[in-house]
T-cell receptor
Framework: DAKTTQPTSMDCAEGRAANLPCNHS???????VYWYRQIHSQGPQYIIH???NNETNEMASLIITEDRKSSTLILPHATLRDTAVYYC????????????FGQGTTLQVKP | DAGVTQSPTHLIKTRGQQVTLRCSPK?????VSWYQQALGQGPQFIFQ???????QRGNFPDRFSGHQFPNYSSELNVNALLLGDSALYLC?????????????FGPGTRLTVL
C-alpha cells in the first residue's frame, strides 16, 4: 500500500502558485521523494525528486521538511495545462526504480 | 527521439484469453518497468526488467509474466484473463545506473476484458 498522504483534490487560480502537500512520515533516511503528474489519458510525467535539500527545476520546486516526514511541491505560476493528478512517491520504493503510487491529488487550475 | 512507445493502443479480449503487450524504451535506456492502472486509481507496479531478467516484482499473480529482449524492448503477457484485468497498462523506462532519476512513461495500452 502507498505510504504517502495527499489531499484528494485542490483548486488553484491560473497564474498563482500551486502548493501541493504530501505526508510521508514512514520514509527512511536514504529514500528519495519523487513527484510525478498524470494528465488525463496520458502516462505519468516526472516532475522532480529530492532527498534532503530543497530542489528546483524548470517545472517546479520541492520543499522537504528537515525531519523529511513531509514535502510540498510548488508550481510557481500555474497554468491551465497544469491541471492533472499529482503523485507524491517515496516510502517503500527503496530507491530501486519501483514507484509506489498512491491516489494522488487532483489539481484543477481555474481561469 | 521517439520516447517510450507502446503497442497496441487499445485491445479488447474476452475472459480466459491471453494477451501480449509491447514496449520500446527511450533510446539509451536499459531498464523497463510495467504498471497496471485501474480506472480512478494510481498505477500499481507489476515488475521490472534489466539485463533480460525480472529484477523486482509487485503483488501480481503468475498469470502476469514478461520478457526483455537484447535491444531492451519488453513484453508483458497476461494469461487466463479476468474481468479485473481491465486497465491501462503502462511501461516506463530508465537507466539502471540512474535509478534515482526520472522514469519515462509511455502512453499506455488500454486493455478491456469482456
Amino acid at each position: 500500500d502507498a505510504k504517502t498522504t495527499q489531499p484528494t483534490s485542490m483548486d488553484c487560480a491560473e497564474g498563482r502558485a500551486a502548493n501541493l502537500p504530501c505526508n510521508h512520515s514512514t520514509i527512511s533516511g536514504n529514500e528519495y521523494v519523487y513527484w510525478y503528474r498524470q494528465i488525463h489519458s496520458q502516462g505519468p510525467q516526472y516532475i522532480i525528486h529530492g532527498l534532503k535539500n530543497n530542489e528546483t527545476n524548470e517545472m517546479a520546486s520541492l520543499i522537504i521538511t528537515e525531519d523529511r516526514k513531509s514535502s510540498t511541491l510548488i508550481l510557481p505560476h500555474a497554468t491551465l495545462r497544469d491541471t492533472a493528478v499529482y503523485y507524491c512517491i517515496g516510502p517503500g520504493s527503496g530507491n530501486t526504480g519501483k514507484l509506489i503510487f498512491g491516489q494522488g491529488t487532483t489539481l484543477q487550475v481555474k481561469p | 527521439d521517439a520516447g517510450v512507445t507502446q503497442s497496441p493502443t487499445h485491445l479488447i479480449k474476452t475472459r480466459g484469453q491471453q494477451v501480449t503487450l509491447r514496449c520500446s524504451p527511450k533510446s539509451g535506456h536499459d531498464t523497463v518497468s510495467w504498471y497496471q492502472q485501474a480506472l480512478g486509481q494510481g498505477p500499481q507496479f507489476i515488475f521490472q526488467y534489466y539485463e533480460e531478467e525480472e529484477r523486482q516484482r509487485g503483488n501480481f499473480p503468475d498469470r502476469f509474466s514478461g520478457h526483455q529482449f537484447p535491444n531492451y524492448s519488453s513484453e508483458l503477457n497476461v494469461n487466463a484473463l479476468l474481468l479485473g484485468d481491465s486497465a491501462l497498462y503502462l511501461c516506463a523506462s530508465s537507466l539502471r545506473t540512474g535509478w534515482w532519476n526520472e522514469q519515462f512513461f509511455g502512453p499506455g495500452t488500454r486493455l478491456t476484458v469482456l
